[in-house]
């Protein structure tokens, strides 16, 4: 494990924590600042989906751009778009102005989520790449700590300062602004990439040289769209209502959700030493499965808030050990190809599941419908473990893939043949 890395990608992960912190704030207060401007459950769900929807439909063009531009090139024009989103959105009059915002940071999303991958796999390389994949989730999530502990705290300091309700369209507007501000912030590191210099890969923009491995690695990610679309989302709505906690202590319990993220994605790369890179995948989503009940159903806010703090850590630890395993198993050609596919397939999941999600909460009483909700996302968490199992740890484990066990003890070897 190694933390030595190149120049260009330390400007990347600043560029990284900065839009990190502006996520978290525009998480925490999205879904209120709809409810200020007018916009029921309904619209709500349609504006959480609209930017997977256009990550979904522009992911593959931005797949032939940064093949055509590299993928820096790609990363600055995604910042400049989602910088221009975040102040459509925040600034918006009604549902127009919201859709607009929406639609123009998942434009810049898109590029982004395609192009970042390849960045950090092609500015590293094997024995530093999951270090540098689980660095850049720590401080996206860590970022998220310091977002959600401070962001839940400015609709009451704009409240007090202008005597104001802290739940008004003026101090949520100010939250997003803030939000805008960290993201103009974190576009200046980004304006210093540089491509990389090695020529694109020959042939057509869309072919793939490996489409089953591509096919097993996004299946899984299909189902976990499928299900976090119905809640994740709305865990705001859901913790507001059930329990009426406040937006500066909401705040805190998703900072400290965040954290705890955070502080399991730095310990993925011992874990993965341990066990390997796909048993590691498997055994942290499988043990988030039963606190996700727990978040769904406890009665109690202690239980929920304990069970948000572990699940959140377990769930989404996994995510840069699964996407440097996709990097690794992939010809270098196919691995911007993979970020679009996977893209695309994970936010129509999100996307279709968060449009429903809406219209079950607004034909539904608020209790009945988070429970089918957490139901249906827990039915496709599990299928999506169980897919993972199947379709890439048990061929993988046949065929002797270094992925499949634990890294060899320093004295010991690899067993002749495996890479």
Known sequence: MTWRFSRQVWLYLASAFTFGLAQAFAALFLNFYLRALGLGAEWQGLVNALPALTLASLS????????????????QLGSVLSVAGALILATAGGPLGAIAGALVQGAGGAMLMVAGSPFMANNSDEKSRVTLFSVQSALMTGA????????????????????????????????????????????????????????????????????????????????????????IPFLNVYIEGKFGVDYASLGTLFAWTSLATAATVLLQPLLVRRLGQLPAVLAVQAASLPFLAVLGYAPQLWMVAAALFTRGALMNAAGPVYSAYAMTALPDEDRPMYSAVNLIAWDLGWAASSILGGVVRGALPFSLAFNVLFAWTLLM????????????????????????????????????GVD
Do not use: C, W
């Not at 593959?60 to 820096?72: G, M, T």
């Open 60 to 75: 593959l063009p931005a797949v032939a751009l940064a093949r055509r531009i590299s993928n820096a090139r790609t990363i």
């Open 144 to 231: 998220g700590f310091l977002g959600n502990l401070f962001g839940g705290r400015v609709p009451e300091v704009y409240a007090a300062a202008t005597a104001t309700e802290p739940d008004g369209l003026g101090a949520l507007r100010a939250a997003l602004l803030v939000s805008a501000g960290f993201q103009l912030a974190g576009l200046f590191p980004v304006l210093f990439l540089r491509p990389s210099g090695k020529k694109a890969p020959p042939g057509r923009s869309f072919a793939v040289r490996d489409k089953l491995t591509m096919g097993r690695l996004v299946v899984p990610n299909v189902l976990v769209g499928l299900g976090a679309g119905a809640t």
């Open 381 to 416: 968490y599990a299928a999506s473990v169980l897919a993972i199992y199947l379709g890439l740890y048990r061929p993988a484990r046949r065929q002797g893939h270094p992925a499949a066990r634990a890294a060899p003890s320093p004295g010991e070897t690899a067993p002749a």
